[in-house]
């Protein structure tokens, strides 16, 4: 810094006030400290001012995976509504287990981020606790949990399935399968569950029987998870319809169909969730329950802003609800 006041002719603190906060300095200064910075190639440390601030410029984002492109346009949204006031994500990948959150938490705190944002409402007792106590502003992503640990920006999982549901009657199916992963072990897919038990709530309700929700193989992170799932509905006499808890998953049941000559949606209606892109471009194309994932991340960032600024009038829990998007998967019977 010194090295940078001098190439500027300004003094240390003038550089210090340009790097944290521009707009307390004039135009023609802030050029110069900014053309020193540049030919030096300075890098501020941040640890070292935070000591002082206590404010790490960093925010802890944890996700399932970043395969499925829906967490990594969050992460790009949390970026977007963060980035101008100075903050970075740093991101943690947690394989949705339940064990590996645990550890992520903890990495995560030991750098002491200005706000951690976690995936879901679902975690060990122990992990919850060390939310609760981070002493930061917390923010549960892609769910609407009753009592958040601090804040949460999301929708309900569960109506999801229930509008799954509803669909797939109204397009006149009576014998409707759900699939999705495995409920038990470390590796756990809560919001994909919380789909499908709304599934099942929703048609049963309706009077149809609710005994083709299969519960196969690991968390749907890959295609393979979608198409091995399909083969064993196959295998059990199919259905009319079929829900699948991620887009992901309902490519790779598209797959399986097409390599066993089963036709879609003639033979079987199938509906995803999340709207990826490669079901809008698949033939034929997904149809999706979508969310909007980035506008999840801008509303979390923003949220986080308001909080970190001491605003009292910060909401617990933000609503971005989910919206039906029928295309050639599906069709009236």
């Known amino acids: 810094m010194r090295d940078v006041s001098r190439l500027a002719g300004v003094s240390p603190m003038t550089v210090s006030r340009t790097l944290a906060d521009p707009g307390l300095v004039s135009q023609e200064t802030r050029a110069r400290v900014l053309a020193a910075v540049a030919q030096l190639g300075y890098v ?160 049963g309700q309706a009077g149809l029987p609710d005994d083709r929700i299969l519960h196969h193989g690991r968390a749907a992170s890959a295609f393979a998870h979608g198409a091995e799932a399909m083969a064993e509905l196959l295998r059990r006499g199919g259905a009319e319809a079929v829900f699948l808890v991620s887009d992901i998953s309902a490519f790779g049941a598209l797959m399986e169909c097409r390599r066993r000559g089963v036709q879609v949606p003639e033979d079987v209606q199938i509906l995803g969730f999340g709207d990826i892109e490669i079901g809008r471009q698949c033939v034929p194309r997904l149809s999706t329950i979508a969310v909007d994932a980035t506008e999840i991340g801008h509303r979390t960032g923003r949220l986080l802003l308001g909080l970190l600024d001491g605003e009292a009038d910060v909401p617990n829990v933000i609503d971005l609800g989910f919206r039906l998007v029928l295309r050639d998967s599906t069709a009236p019977r």
């Open 44 to 203: 501020p440390d941040r640890g070292a001012g935070g000591l002082s601030s206590r404010r790490t410029g960093f925010v802890a984002l944890i996700v399932p995976t970043l395969t499925n492109p829906n967490f990594a346009d969050t992460a790009a949204g949390l970026t977007q509504a963060m980035r101008p006031r100075g903050y970075q994500p740093l991101i943690g990948v947690t394989g949705y287990s339940v064990s590996e959150e645990e550890v992520v938490v903890r990495a995560m705190l030991s750098r002491r981020p200005d706000a951690i944002v976690v995936s879901g409402m679902q975690h060990s007792p122990a992990t919850r606790d060390l939310l609760a106590r981070a002493g930061v502003p917390v923010v549960e992503i892609w769910d609407r949990p009753e009592a958040p640990v601090d804040r949460a920006v999301g929708f309900s999982n569960y109506e999801v399935g229930r509008l799954a549901a509803r669909t797939l009657i109204g397009l006149g199916a009576t014998r409707i399968a759900g699939l999705g992963p495995e409920r038990t072990g470390d590796v756990r897919d809560f919001r994909g569950e919380e789909r499908l038990r709304g599934l099942r709530d929703g048609v």
